[in-house]
């Protein structure tokens, strides 16, 4: 528990308690990560990780095309560059390191991986390269906050891992975000920057330890607000049985699609064990036919949507970054199917999704 004043000290004003601090403590630990700073949101953390991995204008950061805008946008608000690498394939929408390996030049400053679905990228081969070429890894761990890959959990692997609290998230709060990290002068910069660059925060002023502060520089307003704070703290502890749930779902859903023709499945079914399963990707292998497989779930109520549109391809990034060729991030853009899966979806919820994309496809 964190301290507070006693109750004969008369506050300026007073924060009812410190749900915040609360939050961090309990989720570095559940990352095994020696600091964990909440913000406002995952984009929030990613600028901020940008900010400490000193990107700025003139560098480039390797992102993958497959991804929510939000990973490259953050690079933008650096005023550094986007360069967009391609994922694996099909059978695996994470980044692939050799692309990455490609699009290294001596402006890359960062790459970063994005955990896609919840499914652990090559953590230990980016590393690696990031390594060798004296580069920051930042992981975008929006999808992942909860998945390990030979027990230690993802969000940890390089400078800094950026995670998501939005309301269809894994772990949700509404708008939330976290921004984790083993290195000291990381967790205070992105401390610092969250709230106005401002050298302390009321809390510490409320609990005494200073009465006053300085601004050291430009900072934002990303801080995490008490109440989402409060209600991460207490979702958190059952976390861990609805990632498992989402794996049961995920296992039943790749043994009933297993049987409808023309449906690919990313991933190999041993990877469900180490995802969080935070979405149910699907291929349609006939890509043209994809959007009209959605309209007839839509037809039948199964909302679908598409992890994602590539990056690259949106119209304000062709127009100042030009248009890599990403033949894997296209085609999946082109041909996948996000199908409804959340922790207390039940198996005829499942069956309902199934049936309808085996008789669009029929
Ligand atoms: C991969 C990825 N990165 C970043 C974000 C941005 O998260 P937020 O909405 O918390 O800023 C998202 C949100 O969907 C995401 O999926």
């Not at 961090?24 to 995952?42: D, P, T």
């Not at 652990?120 to 992981?139: M, N, Q």
């Not at 207390?344 to 069956?351: F, I, L, W």
Request: net charge negative; proline share 5%.
């Amino acid at each position: 528990m964190v301290s507070s004043p006693s109750a004969s000290v008369i506050c300026a004003f007073h924060p009812s308690a410190c749900a915040a601090a609360e939050f961090e403590r309990a989720f570095a630990e559940h990352l095994g990560a020696r600091h964990a700073v909440a913000v406002s949101s995952c984009t929030a953390a990613l600028h901020l990780a940008y900010l400490a991995a000193g990107v700025g204008p003139g560098d480039e950061v390797i992102v993958p095309a497959m991804t929510f805008a939000a990973t490259a946008a953050a690079v933008v608000y650096c005023g550094a560059t986007p360069v967009f690498a391609d994922i694996l394939g099909p059978h695996d929408l994470s980044l692939d390191p050799e692309d990455v390996a490609r699009r290294i030049t001596p402006a890359t400053k960062a790459v970063t991986v994005v955990h896609f679905a919840g499914y652990p990228a090559p953590v230990h081969r980016l590393r690696e390269l990031c390594d060798a070429h004296g580069l920051a890894l930042i992981e975008d761990a929006a999808h992942s906050p909860a998945a390990d890959v030979d027990g230690r959990k993802l969000g940890t692997f390089g400078l800094a891992g950026a995670f998501s609290f939005f309301s269809n998230k894994v772990l949700a709060c509404g708008e939330g975000g976290l921004l984790s990290t083993d290195d000291d002068d990381v967790a205070a910069l992105a401390r610092r920057l969250r709230s106005q660059g401002m050298t302390s925060g009321s809390w510490s002023r409320f609990t005494g330890e200073t009465d006053s502060y300085d601004v050291v520089g430009l900072g934002y307003n990303y801080r995490l607000d008490e109440p989402r704070s409060a209600l991460l703290l207490s979702r958190l502890g059952r976390l861990g049985s609805e990632v498992e749930r989402r794996r049961e779902l995920t296992r039943a859903y790749r043994a009933k699609l297993s049987d409808v023709a023309g449906v690919g499945l990313p991933y190999a079914d041993d990877a469900v064990a180490s995802s969080t399963c935070y979405v149910m990707p699907v291929v349609i292998e006939d890509a043209p036919r994809r959007d009209d497989v959605r309209r007839r779930l839509k037809e039948r109520g199964v909302q679908t949507s598409v992890f994602y549109p590539a990056v690259h391809e949106f119209t304000a990034y062709q127009a100042r970054y030009g248009r890599p060729s990403l033949p894997h991030s296209e085609f999946i853009a082109r041909s996948e199917i996000t199908l409804p899966l959340y922790a207390d979806m039940d198996e005829r919820a499942q069956d309902r999704v199934v049936d309808g994309l085996a008789e669009a496809l029929a």
